[in-house]
């Protein structure tokens, strides 16, 4: 009696000073918690004091028929603070050194047929992210063959009873004793076993370590889910800027947040960026025809990396506005192909940003090729500006949700029963390759690659980001720019990653820890820094396009920091894998985020990997294409579609990707399949100070041959022979014709521009 009366007490109390939300499908969880002939283990993630009595507290209730035993360490057990709040529970305290525990655990599993409660991490998180797995969770629910009942719990890291210490103060004075707490009951799982008798005729018999990996791995990949799927369900149908509303108000609306060149060393806090989302949106709105809303729901925004040019993204989008990323550096003809694509009627542009660019002539001739055009300059328009809409910027620095709240009430009621579903922003593809194609990216999407990067990767309020990436790819916008506003990370925004000399000085001075780019950039970062300007860095992330050896043992040579590889594409806003401390592999680009399903179809002539498909939530919405009479048309992409990635991967037994090299950069040479990705390899082998690139032309003997550009005047075809033999490279890989170049042309996002050099190859 004196348990129940304690039992419901507790939870009261937790219900109404926590605030405790349940999330999930808690009778499912339940019916399987009941089942006396299930076997299951209960693991959760562990970011406070608070973990274990929460758990125990709502896991239980007076329908179940069983209680749960606790697996707790003998430390806590043995500590005079923690034996009334167990004297309430069954536990099992163990040794996790002692080789005896998981049998007892297994025992009490198998004999008692018990539901047994475990945190796999074994210590509260000092991220909030999750940590390492230990083996031992993995290996009594695969020895067991139980089932897996995962409960994320959130909401416990900006609190008192938490080991997350921010270094930030106005971060560690939102820290409270009583903060929001969320439980997500998410849906069983189980570890797939591997029976080496099943494996006789394969080529592979693993040992009993291997073994112990692979199911940590899985419980790793469990919980990496789990959390992914609570963070979605928490944030059910928000649209980002609601997101950012909620991030706010959980790390304080005076929290310095973004900065930039413009900022005079005071960063913005959210409250100076909400106001200023409400000024500049309000400035464009009122000057754009909104009578016509199919030609004016599409904007074109033609502006520098600053913190306005996110703010105004954020601002559209949230008034049900799809800003369309137009890339300043492209060439005419690919922005007038963006321009008549996205539908785009109005383009927001900067006079200064123009002039500084020398973007006068391109904008020029795309009004006299595009007449309907009608571009926005901010100093122009200024003006319209009044009063009132101040007035409004002020209170909605204090009030951000009500900038949303009329309109949500007038506008589009049906659409907002999915608002997150509608698009948010459309980008557009490198066109490394070909013509850009307009990628529609919604709100859901976005929103759920920076989970799942948050899900796996343990970035906090301790970091700061230095993003030089244009915001008109994705990797800039979404992982470099929203992934730390929405998530409470400072950043600061560069207008470009091409300043080689300036940005290592501005992460030194900064004190930045993270930084993306693609391996281009990054091999020009460290050859003009300093050994002891990326000396606070944590993440140097590279994509985009493939990380070479050289550039990865430069960065360790000269700052002692390993250069994470990932992989991604702007239809899937754009990150799919990503290499990471807790799991890292050198010639890989790391493994799948959570969520995302893949397939690899079997392509004749190439014997290792295939093709490889995704299926993820992060995928886009459509495609924006022109067709042959210049107008716009939408292909959207049909619901839980694969998407064709062109490029050739392998994944190992891990979980581990490997990207072989793009399908379409494969040349057909004498019937047999050649990776040029494998020949820029040699000539980077025979020459590795300088650039190079590979490209195929047609060719009447032998089907296609290889074309080589150098910036090595010295660079020969028997030097590239002779480096082919000592590195075992095969003959055919071997370029037939070298063409010397003053440098390889890049897009602005520092891929190879492989269409001029296509057009130059078969001119020449």
Known sequence: MLYKLVYYFLKIFFKICFGVRIFGDIEKFQQIYNNSAAKKIIVANHTSFLDGLLVGLFLSNSKNQQKPLFVVHTWVANAWYFKPILSLVDFLPIEPSNPMAMKTIIKSIENQNRPVVIFPEGRISNTGALMKMYDGPAFIAAKSKAQILPIFISGGVLSKYSRFNPQNEIVKSQKRWFPKITLTFLPPQQINLIENQNLQNATKIYSAREKRRIYSNQLLRIMQESQFLATMQQHQNMTLYEVLCETAELNGKNLPIIEDIKCNENPYSYKKFFQIISVLTSLVLKNIDDTDEKNSQNIGILLPNIAATLALILGLSAKNKTPAMLNYSAGLNAIIAACQSANLKFIVCSKAFVEQARLENKLSQLCQTLPYLKILYLEEIKNSLTLLDKLKALYFGFFPRDFVKNFCKNKNKNKNKNKNKNAAAILFTSGSEGTPKGVVLSHYAILANILQIKAVCDVNQNDKFINALPLFHAFGL??????????????????????????PEVAYD??????????????????????????????????????????????????????????GATETAPVIAVNLPLAFKSNTVGKFLPNVEFKLEKIPGIEIGGRLFVRCPNLMNGYLKVNANGESRFEELAENAWYDSGDIADVDEFGFVKIIGRFKRFAKIAGEMVSLELSENLAIKASADFHHAVVAIADARRGEALVLFTTDKNLTRQKLTETAQKYGFAEIAIPRKIEIIETIPLLSTGKTDYVSLNQLARSN
């Not at 950039?521 to 050859?527: E, K, N, P, Q, T």
């Not at 606070?536 to 050896?549: D, H, P, W, Y």
Request: glycine content about 8%; some cysteine.
């Open 510 to 567: 900064k004190d930045c820890s993270v930084i993306f780019g693609t391996g281009t950039f990054l091999s020009h970062y460290a050859r003009f820094a300093h050994p002891y300007d990326f000396r606070k860095m944590r993440f140097v992330v590279s994509g985009a396009e493939k990380l070479n050896a050289e550039v990865a043992n430069l960065w360790f040579e000269k700052f002692g920091i390993r250069v994470l590889e990932g992989y």
């Open 478 to 503: 979404t992982a470099g720019s929203l992934l730390p506003i929405l998530t409470g990370v400072r950043q600061f925004i560069y207008p470009s990653p091409l300043h080689y000399r300036v940005i």
